[in-house]
Every structure is written in structure tokens, then in C-alpha cells.
DNA sequence: CATGAATGAGCATTCATTCAT
DNA sequence: GATGAATGAATGCTCATTCAT
């Protein structure tokens, strides 16, 4: 038997082995964002990952189980990544940061990332596990960088003393909001006649906060 | 023959008859924006409105026609008494309508109805039925009603220029996504230190808006 | 109060009171034919006889007792009837008898009696009290009754020596048949082209058993 | 390595799945005559084939679909054989013909496809396509056949000019019955005295048809 | 490792029957 | 008597999970 045919065959097995982990989570949340977890057939979930039933539950004991890893994994994933981008600017204008903190709303807003946002508002009440990680590993730590970016600008002189928690919930809670949206209304119905711009809006509410917590001789004429 | 003993019994049973519905749809908020509507059992709605699984039946022809229901009930009622206010401040000043704002929304928090957003954003994507009649009869009527009460306070000069679709929805989202969060995260974490205070909340988030579109010389010093 | 205007109703109500059960008879017949026993709501019958549910219960004791009193009442009132028609020609020709037997169940298949042998095959195994009255009071006398007559027809050498029982059967089953196929088959699909007439097929098939029977210098030329 | 042992557990399980249809199908049979379709368990028709209930949902995706199965697979199945059966004696004397018709008769009324004919009155009316199916490929290809077989002796000079109408269903009608007889009344009671026999009633009313339809002279004496 | 046939717990829904009015 | 609101047992069907191959 030559083993020349095989040998490239174990190296596809083997990238597809490595690779299934993700493929399964993200055609998970493709699906749970897509039907609702209860509504979701595990069958499903591993049809579009390319595989057959029993394989999923190779990689995942339990759909539950399945549901935990993908909100893990993408939020993670997500929040590290922004709080490195925010360190990097540490010491810039208010501006700036705001401008960086709508990229990373951008960048979410427009990955599969946006979905896991629903999952939690759609599941936390039923899993608290996930509540807590929500709470732990993205509100947290989220709130805290933010809420540290406008100290240091009422320190600066260049915000206005303010409520840091109501505050840090009017930057945050609309953006939430929207990834939300992109997965259930927005979905299924065309926003009509003058239609509704993510892009823009992000944007435009950022600049709204920042206008509203800005002293008023920093406010752009 | 005295009447006057038949007559009671009748009137409690006449009561009951009347009472069924709103007492079944209440029923059916709770559990759903507990449990989630895939995942809750007809049978406990029935229960936790006092009657047994037929009865709900006999009431609404599905579990589905049944969250219909309770969407529409709940919302149609809620956007109706919101409309009204806000009509009845017509021409008020922009600082006074954002009062009523706050208000309006102030109340929703703090009803049953402010679930029905949790299960809207579950659901819609499932029911395009309920999609539509949000649309339709929540976000039309509702960005319509804040546009124009932007757009006028822009004409008489007390706002500056403005997207009036974006800070809309920087009106609007943050409020529902306040909603959703009590009866998602919120429902089974508490806030830990620093609590967060949803009415303390909604105040500052208006008054927030508020001084972002002001002209400069109208914002409080 | 003046007695004058409820006399009469109570004379109505008398009569209603009378009629009841033979209207509810003829509702339960009509129903449980057309959909078949366990499909048929007792609902649906009650509300054919023009009565609520309750009423339903209030003259049979469940939907099986029913059941049992449709086909008693509908089955016994023609064979009684049959039987007594025999009777009044009992030394006739078999050539008359045999037209006696074509009109009675001419009758019967024009009859709503007719559904009444549609109920008997469709429920008879699962209620046997069914099966021992239909033998007893219908295939035992009618039998009988067959029976004697083509005796008769061969003690007076009009008729061929034959087996009895099987000559009874083939004038008796597609008769039966005829009625089944009426409720059933027929009732929802039109036969096509050459279209079949059953007062015709009635007619045809007794005299072919006639001649099938007859001594060969007794055929019709 | 040895397959040996690999081998014939996979042929187990390979016969099965291929099995599983036609044991499903003949379970369903025996049930649904037994029970009728409405009162019969889905769970019961899968436990006589000794499957779990799910199992019967991965053949057929609904109790109807399984009815309508049972019949087309019972009913074409020996329709096509009578036909190729009458076809190859094409040629025949009428009295040859009427003998393997007989025999067909008897061998469906010994089979289990005798039933089908009981769920066919019995359900046809609640499925209208089981009565499409029935007159399309039953009734229609069966009494051309029979006619075609009628109108040949009548040209050949050995049967006499009748309605081929009638008489075909003359023939046919009583076998149906008998079979709806054998699962319905006769299932549960067993007949009296002077017994029943299905099977000399075949022959015999055979016989006695085409002793009516003959011409005089060829009647056996 | 991968598969998919088999399982059976779980739940929506129906409807005969009861009983307070 | 008559009504129809209420009940809950019964059953079709789904789908997460297992395991023989």
C-alpha cells in the first residue's frame, strides 16, 4: 500500500481536526443567533459545520455545553482585543478615544461577534453561568475602561464632572442595542422610507455623548 | 325564590369569563420573558394564572396566537397612553417634553411591559408577524413622535442642526436595551458595588441627549 | 304575570322534549358517518341537533352509549319494516319476492339507514355489543328470511337445488357494499365517464341472482 | 486485522434498515384494520415492529403519511399481480376466467392485503387522496379488466348481452364486503350454527354470476 | 475519529365529560 | 332542563443524546 497518498490525506485530517472546534462554534452561533437556542436543532448546528451529528458531540457533551464555548469564545475574543486598543491610546484627547471606541463598535457591530449579544440578552436568564461571564469578563472589565477614559478627561479639564455610570451606560447601552437589532427586527423587516444607517449612527452617537459630556468651550463650533 | 343568592355566583363566574384573558396574558409575559417562549410550557402559564392547561386553550388558539397576543396587548396599550402624553405637551419646550420622555419611559421600566422588549428581540426573527406589527405600530409611530419633537425645537432655534434619525434612536435604544437588560442579565445578577440605578439612569441618559443637541447658549451652565 | 304567552312555550318545549332524542339520533347518525366515530366531536353532533354540549349528556350518558342507540334505533326500524313487507307476500313468485327485496333496499340505500352499515363495519371490533346486534337483529333474521324464501323457490321446483347460505350472501353483501361505498368512496369522489347508477345496479344485480338461480325453463327469454 | 466479525454486524444492521419499511407497513396494517386509524397509537404500530415510536417517525413523517403508504404499497402490490395474472389468459373460455378470479379473490382475502379494504371505507372520506388512489388504481383498472373480460364472451357468443356495469360490480362488490366482513364483524364474533365458509362462497358466488350471465345453452346441467 | 440509526423524555394540543349557574 | 366554562387524560410528534458500526 503506498503511503504517499496517505500522508497528505492525514495532513488534511489533521488541519480539519484542529479546524473543527471553530467551525463548530461558529456555525453554533450562525445558528443559535439565527433561531433562538431552544429552537435550534443540534443537527443543524453540525449540518453547517460540515458535519454529521455524533461529530458535534465529540467536540461539546451538550448543546448547553456547545452555547457556553461559542459565547466564550467570540466575546473573548471581541473584549480583549478592544481593551488592548484602548491601552494603546492611553494618554490621548477624549476625541480620540471616543474615535477608537467607535471602530471597535464598528468592527464588532459588523462581525458574527455582534450576534453573541443576543444570545446573551436571549439565554443569560436561563444559563447564569453566562450571566455571570457577561458580567465578569465584558461588563466589568468594559465599564472599568471607560469609565477610566472619562476620569482622566474630567481630570484633564476637557469633560464636564459627570455621573461615570450613567455616563458609561449612554455610550455602551445603544451600541448593545443595535447588535441586537442587526439579529431580530432587523433581520426579518426592511427599515423603511428614510432608512436607518448603523454606520452613521454609531458615529453620530458617539459624537452626541461626547458633545454632551464635553466643556463647553472644547465643543466644536 | 330569592334571586339573591344565584345572582353573586353568577356575577363571580361573569367576572372570571371577563378576567380570563388579561389574566392569562399576564401569565404569559411572566413566562415568557422568563423562560423564553420556546422554552416555556404552556402549562405553567395556565398555572400561574389559576386555571389548568384546557382553559388556556380555550382562550387562544396556540402558544404562538398567544404571544401574539400579549405582544400586542401590552405594547399597543403602553405606545397608545405615550402617544397621548406627549401630544398633550405639544408645544412645550424641548427641556419639558424630554421630561415627559424620561417619564414615559420611566413607567415602562418599572411595568410588566417593559418585558415585551425582551421578547421582541427573542422572538422576532421566529414571528415576522411580531416584527412587523413593532415596526409598525412601536418604532414608526414612536421615531415620528421624537423627530418632530426634535425638528421643532430646532426650528425655534433651542436645538442645534442635527441627524434627527440618529439622535432618535440615541433616544430611544438605550432605553429598550434597559429593558431587556432587567429581565435578562439583570434578572439573575446583581449590579455588584457601584449599583446601577435604572431610574437615576434614565434621567441622566435625557438629560445627556439633551445637552447634546442644545445650542450652546440654552445647555445649563 | 299572564300564563297566556307561556302555555304555548311550554307546549314547544314539550315537543322539543319529545323530539330530542331522535333529532339527536339523526345529528349523532350524520356525523359519526361522515367523519367516523372516533373523529366525530360530541360537540359537532350537538350542535347539528341545534343543542349545547351539555344537553348532549343529558339524554345518552357518553358518546359510546350514543353510539350503540344511532345504530339500534336506525338498523332495527328497517328490519323490523323488511320483515313485515316478506311477510305480506310470503306465497308470491320468487320472481315477486325478489322485487320486494330490490325495493326494500332501494329504500334502505336512500335512506340515511344505509350510513348505519358503514358505522357497523367501521366499529363493530371495537365494540362487540355492536357485532352481536348486528348479527343477531339484522344478518340472523334477514338471513333467515332470504333463506326461506329461496327454500320455497326449490320445494316448488322454480328455483335450482343450490347452497342456500352462499346464494343468501351474494344477494345480501353487495347490497351492504353498496351502502358502504355510498358514505365512503362515493361521498367524496364523483365516479368518472360511464357513470354507475345505483337504483339501476340494485335492479340488476337482484335479477341476475334471480336468473342465476332459476330453473332453466323458468329464465326470462 | 480480521473483518470477520465487523461483517455480518454491519449486515445486520444494513438488513434492517432496508427491513424496517415493509415491517413498519405491515404493522401499521394490522393495527389500523384492528383499532381503525383514528383510535390506533402510533406508539402501538411501532412497538408491533418492534421499534421504538421515534424510530417510526424516521420512516414516515406522520401517521397519515403511514396510512397512505400501508395502502398503496398493500393495494398496488396486488392489483399489478391480479392484472398480469388475467392478462396471461387472456384468450381463455369465460368459465377459466371467472376461475382465476377466484382465485385472486381468494388469495387477497387470505392475505393481509384484505384489509386495506376496510381502511379504505373506513378513512377515505377523512383522505380524500386514499379515495383518488383507490378509484385510479383499484376500481378503474379492475373493472376494465373484468368488463373487457365480459365483453369478449359476450362477443364470442358464450355470455349473454348484459350491463357490463352491473355485472362487474356484481362480481366485485361482494368480495370487498367479504373482506371488510373478515376484519370487521367476523373479527370478533364468530358466526352460528350453520357456519359461514368464506372461501366455498368465493366459488359459489362466482359460480352463480356467471351462470346469470351465460347463454342459455352453455349453463352447466 | 466519524457516522447516523435508534431511543424516549418532553410538550402542544384536543376533546369527552362534569357541574355550577 | 339547558348551558358552556373548566378540566385533565390521552396522544402525535420532536429532538438531544447515545452507541454500534
Chains 1, 2, 3, 4 share one sequence.
Not at 437589532?181 to 426579518?188: I, L, S, T, Y
Request: with cysteine; net charge neutral.
Amino acid at each position: 500500500m503506498p503511503t504517499g497518498s496517505a500522508e497528505p490525506a492525514r495532513a488534511v485530517r489533521q488541519r480539519r481536526k484542529e479546524a473543527r472546534p471553530h467551525e463548530l462554534l461558529a456555525a453554533a452561533l450562525e445558528v443559535f443567533v439565527e433561531k433562538g437556542f431552544a429552537t435550534s436543532r443540534s443537527e443543524e448546528v453540525a449540518a453547517r459545520a460540515g458535519v454529521s451529528k455524533g461529530t458535534l458531540y465529540l467536540y461539546y457533551p451538550s448543546k448547553e455545553e456547545l452555547l457556553k464555548a461559542v459565547i466564550r469564545h467570540y466575546l473573548g475574543e471581541e473584549v480583549r482585543a478592544g481593551a488592548l486598543e484602548v491601552a494603546r491610546h492611553e494618554d490621548a484627547e477624549p476625541a480620540v478615544l471616543f474615535g477608537v471606541l467607535a471602530d471597535w463598535w464598528q468592527r464588532v457591530y459588523d462581525s458574527p461577534a455582534s450576534g453573541v449579544f443576543k444570545l446573551i440578552m436571549t439565554e443569560a436568564r436561563n444559563f447564569p453561568d453566562i450571566s455571570a461571564f457577561y458580567l465578569s469578563e465584558v461588563i466589568e472589565p468594559g465599564s472599568r475602561l471607560i469609565g477610566q477614559m472619562l476620569e482622566r478627561g474630567v481630570q484633564r479639564g476637557r469633560l464636564r464632572p459627570m455621573n461615570i455610570e450613567s455616563v458609561t451606560h449612554s455610550v455602551i447601552l445603544p451600541m448593545v442595542m443595535l447588535c441586537l437589532h442587526k439579529h431580530a427586527v432587523g433581520a426579518c423587516m426592511q427599515l423603511p422610507e428614510r432608512s436607518f444607517e448603523p454606520a452613521q449612527f454609531i458615529r453620530d452617537h458617539i459624537a452626541l455623548v461626547l458633545r454632551g459630556v464635553s466643556v463647553d468651550d472644547s465643543l466644536p463650533k
